[in-house]
Protein backbone atom coordinates (compact mmCIF):
# COMPACT_ATOMS: atom_id res chain seq x y z
CA UNK A 1 0.00 0.00 0.00
CA UNK A 2 1.83 3.49 -1.08
CA UNK A 3 2.07 6.10 1.57
CA UNK A 4 -0.44 9.02 1.29
CA UNK A 5 1.41 12.55 1.82
CA UNK A 6 0.99 13.06 5.39
CA UNK A 7 2.05 9.18 6.26
CA UNK A 8 5.09 10.26 4.18
CA UNK A 9 5.41 13.65 6.40
CA UNK A 10 4.63 11.08 9.24
CA UNK A 11 7.68 9.06 8.57
CA UNK A 12 10.62 12.23 7.76
CA UNK A 13 9.59 13.10 11.33
CA UNK A 14 11.41 10.10 12.57
CA UNK A 15 14.38 11.84 11.13
CA UNK A 16 14.13 14.60 12.88
CA UNK A 17 16.16 14.99 16.09
CA UNK A 18 16.23 16.94 19.37
CA UNK A 19 17.72 19.82 19.35
CA UNK A 20 17.69 20.70 15.91
CA UNK A 21 17.00 23.91 13.56
CA UNK A 22 14.83 22.31 10.60
CA UNK A 23 13.61 24.25 7.43
CA UNK A 24 10.30 22.97 5.45
CA UNK A 25 9.89 23.54 2.07
CA UNK A 26 6.58 23.73 0.24
CA UNK A 27 3.89 20.87 0.12
CA UNK A 28 4.44 18.35 1.82
CA UNK A 29 7.30 19.43 4.17
CA UNK A 30 5.16 21.58 5.78
CA UNK A 31 3.35 18.31 7.29
CA UNK A 32 6.02 17.48 9.15
CA UNK A 33 5.33 19.91 11.76
CA UNK A 34 2.36 18.11 12.83
CA UNK A 35 4.36 14.35 13.21
CA UNK A 36 7.49 15.39 15.49
CA UNK A 37 7.74 13.97 18.68
CA UNK A 38 6.21 15.71 21.64
CA UNK A 39 9.43 14.89 23.90
CA UNK A 40 11.86 17.05 21.49
CA UNK A 41 12.93 20.13 21.21
CA UNK A 42 12.81 21.43 17.55
CA UNK A 43 13.01 24.85 16.05
CA UNK A 44 11.04 24.81 13.00
CA UNK A 45 12.36 27.68 10.04
CA UNK A 46 10.16 29.63 7.50
CA UNK A 47 12.37 31.55 4.67
CA UNK A 48 9.85 34.62 4.89
CA UNK A 49 11.14 35.12 8.68
CA UNK A 50 9.57 32.47 11.01
CA UNK A 51 11.38 30.52 13.86
CA UNK A 52 9.49 28.77 15.97
CA UNK A 53 6.65 27.05 14.10
CA UNK A 54 4.31 24.85 15.23
CA UNK A 55 1.09 22.79 13.36
CA UNK A 56 -1.26 23.50 11.15
CA UNK A 57 -3.98 25.53 12.85
CA UNK A 58 -6.96 23.85 13.76
CA UNK A 59 -9.81 25.14 10.95
CA UNK A 60 -11.24 28.51 12.48
CA UNK A 61 -8.46 29.19 14.40
CA UNK A 62 -6.38 30.57 11.68
CA UNK A 63 -4.21 33.84 12.08
CA UNK A 64 -3.98 35.00 8.65
CA UNK A 65 -0.99 37.13 9.64
CA UNK A 66 0.81 34.34 10.47
CA UNK A 67 2.07 32.24 7.38
CA UNK A 68 4.90 30.20 6.04
CA UNK A 69 6.99 30.75 3.28
CA UNK A 70 4.37 28.85 1.16
CA UNK A 71 1.28 31.27 2.44
CA UNK A 72 -0.27 28.82 4.18
CA UNK A 73 -1.22 29.56 7.91
CA UNK A 74 0.30 28.54 10.80
CA UNK A 75 0.89 28.39 14.38
CA UNK A 76 4.30 29.21 16.78
CA UNK A 77 5.20 28.02 19.53
CA UNK A 78 5.91 30.11 22.70
CA UNK A 79 8.91 31.97 22.23
CA UNK A 80 8.70 31.76 18.29
CA UNK A 81 10.03 34.75 16.42
CA UNK A 82 9.90 37.13 13.75
CA UNK A 83 12.09 38.98 11.23
CA UNK A 84 13.12 39.94 7.63
CA UNK A 85 13.36 37.39 4.97
CA UNK A 86 17.44 39.12 5.15
CA UNK A 87 17.92 37.70 8.25
CA UNK A 88 16.35 34.33 7.16
CA UNK A 89 18.68 34.01 4.56
CA UNK A 90 21.58 34.60 6.80
CA UNK A 91 20.93 32.06 8.88
CA UNK A 92 20.44 29.59 6.15
CA UNK A 93 23.24 30.74 4.28
CA UNK A 94 25.50 30.89 6.94
CA UNK A 95 24.88 27.12 7.77
CA UNK A 96 22.37 27.56 11.10
CA UNK A 97 19.86 25.07 9.57
CA UNK A 98 20.91 20.72 10.66
CA UNK A 99 18.37 19.65 8.19
CA UNK A 100 16.25 20.99 5.60
CA UNK A 101 13.23 19.06 4.36
CA UNK A 102 12.10 19.70 0.27
CA UNK A 103 9.68 18.62 -2.07
CA UNK A 104 10.90 17.43 -5.53
CA UNK A 105 9.89 17.18 -9.07
CA UNK A 106 13.28 14.89 -10.01
CA UNK A 107 15.75 13.86 -8.14
CA UNK A 108 18.73 12.17 -9.48
CA UNK A 109 20.82 9.08 -8.35
CA UNK A 110 23.73 11.74 -7.98
CA UNK A 111 21.59 13.87 -5.64
CA UNK A 112 20.66 16.22 -7.93
CA UNK A 113 17.33 18.17 -7.62
CA UNK A 114 15.35 19.97 -9.91
CA UNK A 115 12.32 21.54 -8.10
CA UNK A 116 11.57 24.76 -9.35
CA UNK A 117 10.52 24.70 -12.64
CA UNK A 118 8.95 23.05 -15.58
CA UNK A 119 9.68 24.49 -19.01
CA UNK A 120 6.75 26.28 -20.75
CA UNK A 121 4.94 27.25 -17.67
CA UNK A 122 5.33 30.28 -15.63
CA UNK A 123 6.85 30.74 -12.37
CA UNK A 124 7.52 34.14 -10.13
CA UNK A 125 11.51 32.67 -9.50
CA UNK A 126 13.14 29.70 -7.74
CA UNK A 127 12.32 31.59 -4.80
CA UNK A 128 14.88 30.21 -1.48
CA UNK A 129 15.27 26.85 -3.55
CA UNK A 130 18.75 27.57 -4.50
CA UNK A 131 20.65 28.91 -1.54
CA UNK A 132 18.77 25.71 1.10
CA UNK A 133 20.11 23.29 -1.28
CA UNK A 134 23.43 25.09 -1.88
CA UNK A 135 24.12 25.81 2.05
CA UNK A 136 21.95 23.07 4.04
CA UNK A 137 24.35 20.22 5.03
CA UNK A 138 21.45 17.35 5.47
CA UNK A 139 18.76 17.05 2.64
CA UNK A 140 16.10 15.02 3.15
CA UNK A 141 13.42 15.09 -0.07
CA UNK A 142 9.15 14.44 0.17
CA UNK A 143 8.02 13.42 -2.84
CA UNK A 144 5.58 10.69 -4.87
CA UNK A 145 8.40 8.23 -6.85
CA UNK A 146 6.25 8.72 -10.06
CA UNK A 147 4.67 11.54 -11.63
CA UNK A 148 1.04 11.48 -12.59
CA UNK A 149 1.38 9.62 -15.74
CA UNK A 150 3.23 6.74 -14.13
CA UNK A 151 6.76 7.41 -14.76
CA UNK A 152 9.70 7.37 -12.25
CA UNK A 153 10.46 10.84 -10.75
CA UNK A 154 14.12 9.01 -9.11
CA UNK A 155 16.26 9.28 -12.54
CA UNK A 156 19.99 8.92 -13.58
CA UNK A 157 19.67 12.08 -14.80
CA UNK A 158 17.11 15.26 -14.02
CA UNK A 159 15.77 16.53 -17.20
CA UNK A 160 14.05 19.49 -15.50
CA UNK A 161 16.54 22.95 -15.18
CA UNK A 162 18.44 22.20 -11.53
CA UNK A 163 17.77 23.48 -8.08
CA UNK A 164 21.15 22.01 -6.75
CA UNK A 165 24.12 19.50 -7.69
CA UNK A 166 24.60 16.23 -5.84
CA UNK A 167 23.07 17.83 -2.27
CA UNK A 168 20.16 15.01 -1.11
CA UNK A 169 20.85 12.69 1.21
CA UNK A 170 18.07 10.82 1.51
CA UNK A 171 14.36 10.75 -0.36
CA UNK A 172 11.20 9.49 1.14
CA UNK A 173 8.52 9.03 -1.08
CA UNK A 174 5.13 6.96 -1.14
CA UNK A 175 6.79 3.67 -1.89
CA UNK A 176 9.89 3.91 0.01
CA UNK A 177 13.20 5.44 2.09
CA UNK A 178 16.37 5.75 -0.36
CA UNK A 179 19.46 7.03 0.71
CA UNK A 180 21.98 8.76 -2.38
CA UNK A 181 25.66 6.82 -2.51
CA UNK A 182 28.36 6.95 -4.95
CA UNK A 183 26.77 4.21 -6.17
CA UNK A 184 23.06 5.66 -6.91
CA UNK A 185 19.71 5.20 -4.84
CA UNK A 186 20.31 2.65 -1.63
CA UNK A 187 16.66 1.49 -1.10
CA UNK A 188 16.33 1.29 2.55
CA UNK A 189 12.77 0.77 3.64
CA UNK A 190 9.99 -0.05 1.84
CA UNK A 191 5.91 1.24 2.47
CA UNK A 192 3.76 -1.59 4.64
CA UNK A 193 2.62 -3.70 1.51
CA UNK A 194 4.59 -2.56 -1.14
CA UNK A 195 7.06 -5.04 -2.91
CA UNK A 196 10.88 -4.60 -3.93
CA UNK A 197 9.49 -5.41 -7.18
CA UNK A 198 7.33 -2.27 -7.42
CA UNK A 199 9.88 0.14 -5.99
CA UNK A 200 12.49 -1.49 -8.57
CA UNK A 201 9.49 -0.49 -11.36
CA UNK A 202 9.05 3.24 -10.43
CA UNK A 203 12.91 3.87 -10.23
CA UNK A 204 14.64 4.65 -13.28
CA UNK A 205 18.47 5.56 -11.63
CA UNK A 206 20.78 3.09 -10.30
CA UNK A 207 19.27 1.18 -7.13
CA UNK A 208 20.99 -1.01 -4.86
CA UNK A 209 18.76 -2.94 -2.61
CA UNK A 210 20.19 -4.80 0.39
CA UNK A 211 19.58 -8.46 0.97
CA UNK A 212 16.74 -7.05 3.69
CA UNK A 213 14.92 -4.19 2.92
CA UNK A 214 12.34 -3.90 5.97
CA UNK A 215 9.04 -2.08 5.78
CA UNK A 216 8.57 1.39 7.32
CA UNK A 217 7.58 2.11 10.53
CA UNK A 218 4.69 4.73 10.64
Given amino acids: MALDKNQIAQRIAQEVKDGYYVNLGIGIPTLVANYVRHDIEVEFQSENGVLGMGPFPYEGEEDADIINAGKQTITTLPGASFFDSATSFGMIRGQHVDLTILGAMEVADNG ?103 EMNI
Avoid: Q, Y
Fill in 112 to 214: DIANWKIPGKMVKGMGGAMDLVASAENIIVAMMHTNKAGKSKLLSNCSLPLTGVGCVKKIVTNLAVLEVTPDGFLLLERAPGVSIEDVKNATEGRLTIPENVP
